[in-house]
T-cell receptor, first 114, second 114 residues
Framework: GESVGLHLPTLSVQEGDNSIINCAYS??????FIWYKQESGKGPQFIID?????DKRQGQRVTVLLNKTVKHLSLQIAATQPGDSAVYFC?????????????FGQGTILTVHP | ETGVTQSPTHLIKTRGQQVTLRCSSQ?????VSWYQQALGQGPQFIFQ???????GRGNFPPRFSGLQFPNYSSELNVNALELDDSALYLC?????????????FGDGTRLSIL
């Protein structure tokens, strides 16, 4: 069935370090992926997305890598700051009859120490 | 640009009651999706509305229903509330009814069932 999972539930880094958050997905039909950041008491905030015809996409301080061969997605955050501390979710969309349905993973808690 | 807004922010109900949650989509967005997020988990897709019709549904019983209005705002209705319905209910809006469009979330309604 469809599922999106994360290898590491928690990640602690020092301010200024680079962070890498990983995500595995199981639905080979998925063709669109999004990373969200969720702070306590808030809804998920869009970070970056990538379509299946791409391997890499860069934003401001963030990079998403997609490896369709092994069905793996990662989010890299450069020069991590205390304000980056939050829960990070990857989400997939399988397209077709799935329309706008996003399937989320359980999330990774990122803690940035000053 | 106005983001996604949800009301109320918090709600307490008892088992068997009915509840209506409301969502105003981000300006320029015509598609609304609803998600349920249990504590410590990722959001689960309930359904999506596009052009005032249900455009896809997740694994939720019929007592979860919705509406979309001509101004693209939406309601989520839950009948015969159960204890397990206690969760954060998130609304997300996007452009167009298909997949491969980023969904932008509101901060949710925290529903507690006693």
């Amino acid at each position: 069935g469809e599922s999106v999972g994360l290898h590491l539930p928690t990640l602690s880094v020092q301010e200024g370090d680079n962070s890498i958050i990983n995500c595995a997905y199981s639905n080979s039909a998925s063709d669109y992926f999004i990373w969200y950041k969720q702070e306590s008491g808030k809804g998920p905030q869009f970070i970056i997305d990538i379509r299946s015809n791409m391997d890499k996409r860069q934003g401001q301080r963030v990079t998403v890598l997609l490896n369709k061969t092994v069905k793996h997605l990662s989010l890299q955050i450069a020069a991590t700051q205390p304000g980056d501390s939050a829960v990070y979710f990857c989400a997939e969309n399988a397209g077709g009859t799935s329309y706008g349905k996003l399937t989320f993973g359980q999330g990774t808690i990122l803690t940035v120490h000053p | 640009e106005t983001g996604v807004t949800q009301s109320p922010t918090h709600l307490i109900k008892t088992r068997g009651q009915q509840v209506t949650l409301r969502c105003s989509s981000q300006s320029g967005h015509n598609t609304v999706s609803w998600y349920q997020q249990a504590l410590g988990q990722g959001p689960q897709f309930i359904f999506q509305y596009y052009r005032e019709e249900e455009n896809g549904r997740g694994n939720f019983p019929p007592r979860f229903s919705g509406l979309q209005f001509p101004n693209y705002s939406s309601e989520l209705n839950v009948n015969a509330l159960e204890l397990d319905d206690s969760a954060l209910y998130l609304c997300a809006s996007s452009m167009a009814g298909g997949s491969n469009q980023p969904q932008h979330f509101g901060d949710g309604t925290r529903l507690s069932i006693l």
